[in-house]
């Protein structure tokens, strides 16, 4: 059962434009959700998260929209540079388990200049 | 170290041949995980340890797969009889407590080791 979506798997965006990469979760139980950038040849690296009872947050040209309701969440890049080409994952874990992340399957994400 | 070590980098074995994998977390951090990454999926957790112990194994796919942590700092992620399947890249990561919520703060992972079994 795989408890993250993610979709799209890979997006292309130009310079300056906005990347929107979107997860949706089964678990009702998560109570915290990140996101992680990864490139080539390295581990992952949070990049944002949020907690349930917060819509949005933002940080730099990051912002983070969830929807409890709807169980799911979104990222946006702002103003995306070639530099933000990687590989982005959604997450969710609940306080209980540990903080053991299930993550979803990725998104390539490929800005060109 | 400022990161999360992880060594070796790559690992090829033999089919049926035993193999450990290292990791070293950042100094003070008391949890520490262990993950698998296939090619073009995102990682799935295999254990959790909180200082010594293993607070959840569950994510280990079977008996062939084994972790310790004998002194709450280093790990070794043992695999038995390995098969082509394992093939993966291991990451281990690390955090200053269990509560990434509460302290808003994430995983800090290593680079992984590559094991290719053929």
């Known amino acids: 059962q795989q408890q993250v979506k993610q979709s799209p798997q890979s997006l292309i965006v130009q310079k300056g434009g906005i990347s929107i990469i979107n997860c949706a979760y089964e678990?009702?139980?998560?109570?915290?959700f990140p996101w992680y950038q990864q490139f080539p040849g390295k581990g992952p690296a949070l990049l944002i998260a949020?907690?349930?009872?917060?819509s949005e947050k933002k940080e730099g040209r990051f912002t983070i929209s969830f929807n409890k309701s709807a169980k799911q969440f979104s990222l946006h890049i702002m103003d995306s540079q070639p530099g933000d080409s990687a590989t982005y994952f959604c997450?969710?874990?609940?306080?209980?388990?540990?903080?053991?992340?299930?993550f979803g399957e990725g998104t390539q994400l490929t800005v060109n200049p | 170290g400022a990161g999360v070590s992880q060594t070796p980098s790559n690992k090829v074995t033999e089919k049926g041949k035993y193999v450990e994998l290292r990791c070293d977390p950042i100094?003070?951090?008391?949890?520490l995980y262990w993950y698998r990454q296939s090619l073009g999926q995102g990682p799935e957790f295999l254990i959790y340890?909180?200082?010594?112990?293993?607070?959840?194994d569950s994510g280990l796919p079977n008996d062939r797969f084994f972790a310790v942590r004998p002194e709450g700092s280093v790990s070794t992620l043992k695999i038995q009889r390995t098969e082509r399947g394992d093939s993966a890249v291991y990451l281990c990561?690390?955090?200053?407590?269990?509560?990434?919520?509460?302290?808003?703060?994430?995983?800090?992972f290593g680079s992984g080791t590559r094991l290719t079994v053929v």
């Open positions: 990561a690390s955090s200053l407590g269990p509560s990434l919520a509460r302290a808003n703060y994430g995983y800090t």
């Open positions: 100094s003070g951090h008391t949890a």
């Open positions: 678990n009702t139980a998560f109570d915290y």
């Open positions: 997450a969710a874990s609940k306080e209980t388990s540990g903080s053991r992340l299930t």
């Open positions: 340890f909180q200082g010594t112990g293993a607070a959840d």
């Open positions: 949020i907690r349930p009872d917060v």
